[in-house]
């Protein structure tokens, strides 16, 4: 199993108790796929470990976990700060208009009003108060927000990204600076 063939769950974030439990932070909006897990995979020394999950229970906003062979507060430290994967195989469904961050780079941007073609996807970038589109146009990097409100339709089959761009944004990406300047003193 390799890093790339999964995405990360979460993490072991520290003890719990003094039986081996831990707690695992899962990085998702929804954890009730994932409340019955029985394996995770962990990485150790660069290669994929599957951990066995004998108990999983919730605990607040996060989950204890038994690990197989894990039956002291030392070797519960032991795992703790370890990421934790899934197979991307794993992930639940989804319909036409949410994705995954992980499944749309490469994948063409169409402005949902105009139809137009904007540029390819080069990753989504998750660091503000909701996602961007880092995208290639023609040699131009261009971010594009995501906010809740904004419309997205979804091709997988064609891996065509179809977002909803507001009038006006591209061309602040794409205008030659010159022009910019000319406007502002020609005022």
């Not at 927000?145 to 997205?152: D, G, R």
Request: proline letters at 6%; a negative charge.
């Amino acid at each position: 199993m390799n890093t790339k063939d999964c995405f990360k769950l979460g993490k072991f974030t520290k003890p719990f108790r003094y039986q081996g439990e831990v707690i695992l932070w899962m990085d998702v909006d929804d954890r009730s796929p994932y409340s019955n897990i029985k394996v995770v995979w962990v990485e150790e020394r660069k290669s994929l470990v599957p951990y066995m999950i004998t108990k999983l229970k919730p605990h607040n906003n996060r989950f204890v976990a038994k690990i197989e062979g894990v039956n002291s507060e030392q070797g519960a430290k032991s795992i703790c700060g370890k990421d934790v994967y899934l197979p991307i195989s794993e992930l639940p469904k989804l319909n036409n208009s949410q994705f995954y961050f992980h499944e749309v780079p490469g994948w063409t941007v169409v402005d949902l009003n105009t139809g137009e073609e904007v540029g390819e996807i080069k990753q989504v970038l998750d660091h503000g108060p909701y996602p961007m589109l880092d995208v290639d146009r023609e040699g131009v990097e261009l971010i594009l927000p995501l906010p809740t409100n904004f419309k997205v339709k979804i091709e997988r089959e064609n891996k065509i990204l179809k977002v909803e761009i507001p009038v006006g944004l591209v061309d602040v990406f794409t205008e030659d600076d010159d022009e910019c300047d000319e406007d502002i003193f020609a005022q």
